[in-house]
């Protein structure tokens, strides 16, 4: 029996190739040595000939040095959690990758002194939101949450929240549990579907560090409910702060129940929290919209060192609040007619043996906020089994099966990447066919 191990082209040799000495530049030599050493196993196991392990190293090379990969969301889903919420707008892509290299986010070019860090994406915040006299973003909207109870909560004072506002915001993290674990103490009034303002009085007292209004924004509870308004609960004495959730800056004429920030401070909030990446369109980001002296208060809390935004955050968070609207807000204002021609096309243009079909669709806002509104869209329905290989893809399409077929909804597919999908979809009917 020949030793095969003999016969396998030593590492050297194999990253001689220009193919893979090309890759160290791109990907580091870590990476592309771990892809030779799978290589050379595969000839080890008999799997490939020796004269093909450059070959098969360089085809299974990775794109990027880093794993994430760019998925074409036909889930009908527009801020889809498992796939990164928003995605960004050209313009902040464009900001982010200038943002990368060095940049001036905390020096004034003009004087050469320390700037003031993020003052760009501050201003646009302030300028959207004019009702604000002051604004701070953090690393996230628990982020927001936890500094506000920690500043204003120190030391074990109590928050007064509605039983049907203890949400759970996902991958089992839960508001109140948040808030007790940076060291306030929770005073729960009403019950799951109904909460007076008398019973919000009832609880507040000396020790009440303020009153959380949170939006359950995963969720609705209908029938037998009351709640309490912000402007109700501004007359009880302690400062009110409004956790809206999703991040809409003023009212969305498509969402009607979804709260904004601009009404909840002008019907007297002292405080908004709210995320950046859901309905806002804009990065992972949280958002402090309040009273001037209360939001200068946070920021200068040393606990805010400790959920400080980097540059990249800033800087996508200034372009998708200066920029052309994000992908988030395209896919909202989107006309069901429009969808309908793009998958008329799209389905033209796909071979027969996919048997594509134009049908109607609902989408959903999704994680980000107004869990009762269906977007009426349209989908292309394929067979079933088109959706592990779609997944599997080289650029991967996530779609939905729904009674037995695949649905690939155009909602939150932005019309540029339509040439894709007809790509992805070609290349799996293809590789069936064969
Ligand atoms: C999403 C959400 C949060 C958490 O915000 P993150 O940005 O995910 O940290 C908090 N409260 C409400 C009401 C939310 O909808």
């Given amino acids: 029996m020949p030793d095969p191990r003999r016969d396998v082209p030593r590492t050297d040799q194999v990253l001689a190739d220009p193919r893979l000495r090309e890759a160290v530049d791109r990907l580091g030599s870590r990476l592309v040595k771990q892809t030779v050493v799978a290589a050379q196993q595969r000839c080890r196991d008999g799997e490939i000939e020796p004269g093909a392990v450059a070959d098969v190293a360089a085809e299974s090379l990775p794109q990027q040095a880093a794993t994430l990969r760019r998925v074409l969301n036909a889930t009908g889903v527009v801020v889809h959690t498992n796939l990164g919420r928003a995605p960004l707008s050209r313009a902040a892509v464009e900001a982010v990758t200038t943002a990368a290299g060095a940049t001036d986010v905390e020096l004034d070019l003009a004087t050469g002194r320390r700037g003031r860090r993020g003052r760009g994406a501050l201003e646009a915040l302030a300028e959207q939101v004019p009702d604000a006299g002051g604004v701070h973003v953090v690393n996230n909207g628990a982020a927001a949450l936890a500094l506000a109870t920690r500043v204003l909560a120190r030391g074990g004072r109590s928050i007064v929240i509605a039983r049907g506002e203890?949400?759970?915001?996902?991958?089992?993290?839960?508001?109140?549990?948040?808030?007790?674990?940076?060291?306030?103490?929770?005073?729960?009034?009403?019950?799951?579907?109904?909460?007076?303002?008398?019973?919000?009085?009832?609880?507040?007292?000396?020790?009440?560090?303020f009153v959380l209004k949170v939006h359950p924004s995963n969720f609705t509870v209908t029938g037998f409910t009351s709640s309490v308004s912000v402007r109700e609960l501004t007359g009880l004495g302690p400062p009110v702060v409004v956790d809206i959730g999703s991040g809409l800056l003023a009212p969305h004429p498509r969402l009607p129940n979804e709260p904004d920030a601009t009404s909840a401070l002008r019907a007297g909030a002292d405080l908004v929290t709210a995320s950046g990446d859901k309905l806002l369109g804009g990065p992972q980001a949280g958002l402090l919209l309040g009273r001037a002296e209360l939001v200068e208060r946070l920021r200068r809390d040393p606990f805010a060192r400790a959920l400080r935004v980097d540059k990249l955050t800033l800087a996508a968070l200034e372009a998708t609040l200066t920029g052309p609207a994000p992908p988030v807000a395209a896919a909202l204002a989107t006309r069901p007619?429009?969808?309908?021609?793009?998958?008329?096309?799209?389905?033209?243009?796909?071979?027969?043996?996919?048997?594509?079909?134009?049908?109607?669709?609902?989408g959903v806002v999704g994680g980000g906020g107004a869990p009762d509104v269906t977007l009426p869209s349209v989908a292309i329905a394929l067979p079933e089994h088109f959706a592990v290989p779609l997944r599997l893809g080289e650029h991967p399409v996530v779609g939905r099966v729904e009674r037995g077929r695949l649905l690939l909804d155009l909602l939150a597919v932005d019309p540029g990447e339509d040439r894709d999908l007809i790509g992805a979809v070609t290349r799996v009917a293809r590789r069936e066919g064969r």
């Avoid at 243009?349 to 609902?362: H, M, Q, R």
């Fill in 166 to 209: 203890l949400v759970e915001i996902g991958d089992g993290f839960r508001i109140p549990e948040l808030l007790e674990s940076v060291g306030a103490a929770l005073r729960e009034v009403g019950t799951t579907n109904r909460v007076r303002l008398s019973d919000y009085a009832a609880a507040v007292d000396d020790d009440t560090a």
């Fill in 337 to 362: 007619e429009d969808l309908r021609a793009r998958a008329r096309a799209i389905c033209a243009a796909l071979p027969a043996e996919c048997e594509p079909e134009v049908v109607d669709s609902d």
